[in-house]
């Protein structure tokens, strides 16, 4: 079973990201998933989650309007675009099923700057 994020990086304040998440070893297409954050001193958050088929989605208040959250099965990915990046949202961003049933991943760090 192994979760790989990717796509994190440097970006101004304002700018555009967007994350995917790589999965093997489950069988992806059944799972609700979910992208979750950890700041520097701060708490591991969810930020977003899409149900298997991608019909139902949450955000976080935080995050709500400019993220958005999709997947494609077949592809066994999921994706986090970005949008209107704040300094806040600086955290390192990770995958996992909504139910936290999977390994963390390495997570990719997304650093905003002001």
């Known amino acids: 079973v192994q979760l790989v994020a990717s796509g994190g990086g440097l970006v101004q304040a304002g700018g555009s990201l967007r994350l995917s998440c790589a999965a093997s070893?489950?069988?992806?297409?059944?799972?609700?998933m979910g992208w979750y954050r950890q700041a520097p001193g701060k708490q591991r958050e969810l930020v977003a989650t899409i149900t298997s088929g991608g019909g139902n989605t949450y955000y976080a208040d935080s995050v709500k309007g400019r993220f958005t959250i999709s997947r494609d099965n077949a592809k066994n990915t999921m994706y986090l675009q970005m949008n209107s990046l704040k300094p806040e949202d600086t955290a390192v961003y990770y995958c996992n099923t909504r139910s936290l049933t999977l390994p963390w991943g390495q997570g990719t760090q997304v650093t905003v700057s002001s």
């Open positions: 070893g489950i069988i992806f297409s059944i799972k609700t």
